[in-house]
C-alpha cells in the first residue's frame, strides 16, 4: 500500500473513530458511573469546577470533541498500524481498552477524585467502548481480497 493511501485510510479511520467517540460522549453520559473520565469535571479540583460555572453546556461540549479527535486518532493510527493482523478487531479492542484504562485512571488520579464506584464504572464503561470502535473500524477497513486484487 502506497504512503498516500495509508494517509488517507489514517484519516478516514480517526474520522470515524472520532464521530463514534462523539456519540459513546453523548449516550454515555447520561449515567455517572459511565461517564467518560474527561467528563466528570464535578469531581475536577476548585480550579477546574470553576470553568463550569462559565459555561457548563460549552465546556463539556468541548471537551468531549477535543477527547473525540484524540481519541479518534489514536484509533486512526493504531488501526493503521494493526493491519493485516489476524483477529485485527479483537487486537485493536485490547490496545484501545488498556490505553482506555491507562489514560483515564491516570487522569483520575492527577485531576479528579469522584467516588470509587464512578472511577471504576466510568474506567470499565471505556472496555465496551473501545471494542465498539474497534468493531466498526474493521468493519469500514477494506477487505483483504479487495486490498490484494
Do not use: Q
Not at 12 to 32: F, I, K, M, N, W
Not at 61 to 66: A, D, G, K, M, Q
Amino acid at each position: 500500500m502506497d504512503g498516500e493511501t495509508t494517509r488517507t485510510r489514517v484519516f478516514v479511520a480517526t474520522a470515524l473513530a472520532g464521530a463514534a467517540h462523539l456519540v459513546l460522549d453523548g449516550l454515555a453520559s447520561r449515567l455517572s458511573w459511565t461517564t467518560p473520565p474527561y467528563l466528570l469535571l464535578d469531581h475536577a479540583s476548585e480550579t477546574f469546577r470553576d470553568l463550569l460555572n462559565l459555561d457548563r453546556t460549552t465546556i463539556l461540549v468541548t471537551v468531549s470533541v477535543i477527547s473525540a479527535g484524540v481519541n479518534g486518532a489514536i484509533a486512526g493510527l493504531f488501526a493503521a498500524a494493526m493491519d493485516g493482523l489476524e483477529r485485527r478487531t479483537l487486537k485493536l479492542g485490547i490496545a484501545l481498552s488498556a490505553l482506555w484504562i491507562f489514560s483515564g485512571g491516570l487522569m483520575t488520579l492527577v485531576y479528579l477524585s469522584p467516588p470509587l464506584g464512578v472511577v471504576l464504572g466510568s474506567l470499565l464503561a471505556g472496555i465496551p467502548r473501545s471494542f465498539a470502535v474497534a468493531w466498526l473500524l474493521g468493519r469500514a477497513a477494506v477487505p483483504r481480497e479487495v486490498r490484494t486484487a
